[in-house]
C-alpha cells in the first residue's frame, strides 16, 4: 500500500448548482415576463435566457453525477422556454 494516501482520492460533487440556478433563474424570469410596457422583456427575459443556458448546462453536469439536478434542470429550462415563447402573445409588452 506504498503511495496510497486518503488525499489521492478523488470524489465527485454531490451537487448540480448549474440545476438550481436554471431552476430559480426560470421561475423569476416567468414570473417577470407579466409585467406590461415592454419593462417585463428585459426583467424577465434576462433571467430566461440564463435559464435556457444553465437549464442546458445542468441536464450534462447532470449525466456526469448519476442523474442529480435533472429533474430541477428540466423545470428550470421548461418554464423559460414557455416564457420566452410567450413574448409572441403580447407578454411583457401590455395587457
Known sequence: MI??????VQS?????GFAVAALVLGVSGFLLM??????????GGI???????FG???????RKVDGRGLVPALIG?????VS???VSFGAGSSW
Open 3 to 8: 503511495g496510497v494516501t486518503p488525499f489521492n
Open 12 to 16: 465527485q460533487p454531490t451537487s448540480n
Open 34 to 43: 407579466v409585467i406590461p410596457l415592454f419593462i417585463g422583456w428585459v426583467l
Open 47 to 53: 433571467p430566461d435566457v440564463l435559464a435556457v443556458i
Open 56 to 62: 442546458v448546462l445542468g441536464m450534462v453536469r447532470a
Open 77 to 81: 429550462l421548461s418554464l423559460a422556454v
Open 84 to 86: 420566452l415563447g410567450s
